[in-house]
C-alpha cells in the first residue's frame, strides 16, 4: 500500500478552494486525455491506409461497431469501479479507499480473462452475423482479433488512470499518453525504411539480396528482424557465406555479406556438385563447368541440396569434417588454385595433388593449420624441377620424397 500512499501524497484535494478553477484544471488534461486515446484509433487507420492497401484498411473500418463497442464497455467499466474511490477519497476514508482499490483490481482481473476469452472466441462469428464481405473477412478477424487479446491491457490501463485520476491528478494520464503516442508516431508513422545498401556482393546484385532479405522500403525500421533477415538470404542465396543486417536512423538499412568461394566439386548420382570452403553444397553443374575447382574423391554425395552442407552419410562424416578444414586452410594461404584432387578415399590419411609436381600426404585430421604452415615452408625451399610426394603425416615435420 506504499504506493498508494505514495499517490495519495502527490495528488489534489479537489473539495478546496475554488469550484469552476478546479474543474478546469482537472477537466482540460481529461479532455486531451481521451482525445488521445480516439487518436490510437486513427493512428491505425493511417498506418493500414498508407501501407497495407485499400483491402485491408476496409478489414479494419469493418471492425469499428464491434470495437467501439467492446472498447467502450472495458473503458465505462474501469472507471466504474474507481467511482467508489474517488469518494472514499473525498471523504478522507483511506482504509476503505485501499479496500476498494483491491477489490477494483480483483475485478478487473475477474473481467479481463472472462472477456479476452470469450469475445476472441466469438469475433469471427459476429464478423460473419455482421455480412462482413468474404474477402476481406480474414484481415477483419486478423485486426480485431489482436485487438481484444489486448482487452486486460486496456482494462489494466483505464482501471489505474481511473486510480490516479480519482485521486485529483488528471495530468499524469495526459503525460503518460503523450510519450505513447509520440512512441507509436515514431514507430508506425515515422522511421519508415528509405534506402537498402548492400555491401560485399559480388555474385549476386543488390536487390537479388534485399529481394532475399524480405526487407522492403516503407517497412518500419524498428520491427525489422535483422537476425530473421540474415537467416532468409542464407536460405534463398546459397553463395553468401555471412550476412549481417544494421539499422542507421532515420531510415536506413545496411546489409552486408562475405560471398563463398567455389573451391571443389564432388560426384553424385546425379551430377556434379560444387562446395564452398565449408563444404556448403553451392550448385549442381555439368562435367563442362568443373574447369578450375579441385576433385574430390572418396566421398558421395546423400540427398544432396542446395544450401546445405555435404551429407555424405553417418559413415563419411569424419571425411566431410577433415575435407572442410583442407579447404578452409586452401582458401586462406591461396593455394587453391594449385590443387587439382584431393583423394579421402582413405579417411586416415588423406591427400591432394598439389601444383601438378606434388603428392601431399596429411595423415591424421589434427594440427591441420600447422601441417598447411609446414607445407607452405617446404613447397618454398624446393625447385621448380622438384616433384615427388610431400609426406606431413610423420613427427610433425614435411618429409619430401623425390619421384
Known amino acids: 500500500m506504499e504506493v498508494i500512499k505514495e499517490m495519495r501524497n502527490a495528488a489534489t484535494d479537489l473539495t478546496e478552494g475554488t469550484p469552476w478553477k478546479i474543474i478546469m484544471r482537472f477537466s482540460i488534461p481529461l479532455f486531451f486525455t481521451f482525445l488521445l486515446q480516439q487518436f490510437y484509433n486513427m493512428v491505425d487507420t493511417i498506418v493500414v491506409g498508407q501501407f497495407l492497401g485499400k483491402d485491408a484498411l476496409a478489414g479494419v473500418g469493418s471492425t469499428g461497431a464491434i470495437n467501439f463497442m467492446i472498447i467502450g464497455f472495458c473503458m465505462g467499466l474501469a472507471n466504474g469501479f474507481v467511482i467508489p474511490v474517488a469518494q472514499r477519497y473525498g471523504a478522507k476514508d483511506y482504509k476503505d479507499m485501499r479496500r476498494f482499490v483491491a477489490n477494483s483490481i480483483w475485478l478487473t482481473v475477474f473481467f479481463a480473462a472472462i472477456m479476452s476469452i470469450t469475445v476472441c472466441i466469438l469475433c469471427r462469428s459476429v464478423l460473419i452475423a455482421m455480412k462482413t464481405p468474404a474477402d476481406i473477412l480474414d484481415l477483419a478477424y486478423d485486426y480485431i482479433f489482436i485487438i481484444f487479446a489486448g482487452i486486460p491491457i486496456t482494462l489494466a490501463y483505464n482501471l489505474l488512470t481511473g486510480i490516479i485520476r480519482s485521486l485529483g491528478d488528471s495530468k499524469s494520464p495526459l503525460i503518460f499518453l503523450l510519450i505513447c503516442a509520440a512512441l507509436v508516431l515514431g514507430m508506425s508513422v515515422f522511421f519508415r525504411v528509405a534506402k537498402v545498401e548492400v555491401v560485399g556482393n559480388s555474385i549476386y546484385t543488390a536487390e537479388e539480396v534485399v529481394e532475399a532479405s524480405g526487407i522492403g522500403t516503407g517497412d518500419n525500421l524498428f520491427f525489422i528482424n535483422r537476425f530473421s533477415a540474415a537467416s532468409r538470404i542464407f536460405s534463398k542465396l546459397p553463395y553468401v557465406d555471412k550476412a549481417k543486417v544494421t539499422r542507421a536512423l532515420p531510415n536506413r538499412v545496411t546489409i552486408t555479406i562475405q560471398e563463398s568461394s567455389a573451391m571443389a566439386y564432388v560426384q553424385a548420382d546425379d551430377g556434379y556438385w560444387v562446395v564452398d570452403q565449408n563444404c556448403k553444397l553451392l550448385k549442381s553443374v555439368t562435367e563442362s563447368e568443373l574447369t578450375g575447382l579441385a576433385r574430390v574423391d572418396g566421398i558421395t554425395p546423400v ?4 544450401g546445405e552442407v555435404l551429407n555424405a ?11 572442410a578444414a583442407i579447404l578452409g586452410q586452401l582458401l586462406t594461404r591461396n593455394m587453391a588454385s594449385k590443387v587439382t584432387v584431393i583423394d579421402l578415399s582413405d579417411a586416415s590419411n588423406p591427400g591432394f595433388t598439389y601444383d601438378g609436381r606434388f603428392t601431399v600426404r596429411l595423415g591424421a585430421n589434427e594440427n591441420v593449420e600447422y601441417k598447411f604452415g609446414m607445407l607452405q615452408s617446404a613447397v618454398s625451399q624446393l625447385t621448380d624441377s622438384d ?12 618429409h619430401f620424397s623425390p619421384g
Open 387 to 398: 616433384a615427388g610426394t610431400i609426406d606431413l603425416s610423420i613427427d610433425k615435420r614435411a
Open 303 to 306: 540427398e544432396p541440396k542446395v
Open 313 to 323: 552419410g553417418e559413415a563419411d562424416a569424419p571425411k566431410v569434417t577433415y575435407l
